[in-house]
C-alpha cells in the first residue's frame, strides 16, 4: 500500500514569512503530485499539481520535486492570514489512484 | 456551472438503518471517487469508478456499497454493516478514465454523517 506523510504540525508562521511543507512518499513509481488546501469543515480544493523533478511556481505558491529522494514540497511566499488551513499532499500511482497524507495545519499569525 | 454536487450536507443514520449519499457530476469526468475523512486524518479511500457499470474497492470498502449507472452519477450507500460511520464523506471526479493520467481530482462539498 502506498504510504504519503507528512510531517507533524502545526505550523506557525507570522504574517508575510515563508511557510514550508514537506511530503515523502513510499511508491517510486508514482507519477504525479498535488497540493489540496482544505479549510475547517471545507472539502480540499487543488492549489497546486507537479510531474516533473523541479519547481513550479504558481502566484504565492511553489512546488518542489524530488523523485530520487521521493518528496515533494510546498512554499507559501508572503503567507496571508487566509492561507490558514490544513494542506493535504496528495500522489497518484498508476492505478489512477490517489494516497492523501494526513495533512499539515499551518496558522498564519497576523 | 459545472461542478459536482453532493447531497445531503448532514446526515443522520439510525442504528441498523442504510443511508445513501448522493454525488452527481456534470463536468463529463470519467472517473468518480468516494474518501472517507475522520478528524485529524487524511482522505481514505473507499470505491472508485473509472467507467459506468464499473467500480473497484477502495482500502475500506467493507461496510460501503456504491453503482455508477450512469457517467454523471455515483451514489454511495452505507450500511448497517458499518460499525464506525461517522465521518466526513467526500466525493471527487477526474477526466482520465484508464489508468495513469496526470489529471487532478476536484472534489464535492461533502456529506457529514452521524449517528443517533
Known amino acids: 500500500q502506498k504510504e504519503v506523510e507528512q510531517n507533524s504540525g502545526p505550523l506557525s508562521v507570522p504574517e508575510g514569512a515563508i511557510a514550508s511543507l514537506n511530503c515523502t512518499y513510499s511508491d517510486r513509481g508514482s507519477q504525479s503530485f498535488f497540493w489540496y488546501r482544505q479549510y475547517s469543515g471545507k472539502s480540499p480544493e487543488l492549489i497546486m499539481f507537479?510531474?516533473?523533478?523541479g519547481d513550479k511556481e504558481d502566484g504565492r505558491f511553489t512546488a518542489q520535486l524530488n523523485k530520487a529522494s521521493q518528496y515533494v514540497s510546498l512554499l507559501i511566499r508572503d503567507s496571508q492570514p487566509s492561507d490558514s488551513a490544513t494542506y493535504l499532499c496528495a500522489v497518484k500511482g498508476r492505478d489512477n489512484r490517489l494516497a492523501f497524507g494526513k495533512g499539515n495545519q499551518v496558522v498564519v499569525i497576523p | 456551472d459545472g461542478g459536482i454536487t453532493q447531497s445531503p450536507k448532514y446526515l443522520f443514520r439510525k442504528e441498523g438503518q442504510n443511508v445513501t449519499l448522493s454525488c452527481e457530476q456534470n463536468?463529463?469526468?470519467?472517473?468518480m471517487y468516494w474518501y472517507r475523512q475522520d478528524p485529524g486524518q487524511g482522505l481514505r479511500l473507499i470505491y472508485y469508478s473509472q467507467i459506468v457499470n464499473d467500480f473497484q474497492k477502495g482500502d475500506i470498502a467493507e461496510g460501503y456499497s456504491v453503482s455508477r449507472e450512469k457517467k454523471e452519477s455515483f451514489p454511495l450507500t452505507v450500511t448497517s454493516a458499518q460499525k464506525n460511520p461517522t465521518a466526513f464523506y467526500l466525493c471527487?471526479?477526474?477526466?482520465?478514465?484508464?489508468?495513469?493520467?496526470?489529471?487532478?481530482?476536484?472534489f464535492g462539498d461533502g456529506t457529514r454523517l452521524s449517528i443517533l
Open positions: 471527487a471526479s477526474t477526466l482520465a478514465g484508464g489508468g495513469g493520467g496526470n489529471q487532478p481530482q476536484h
Open positions: 507537479i510531474y516533473s523533478n
Open positions: 463536468l463529463n469526468h470519467d472517473a
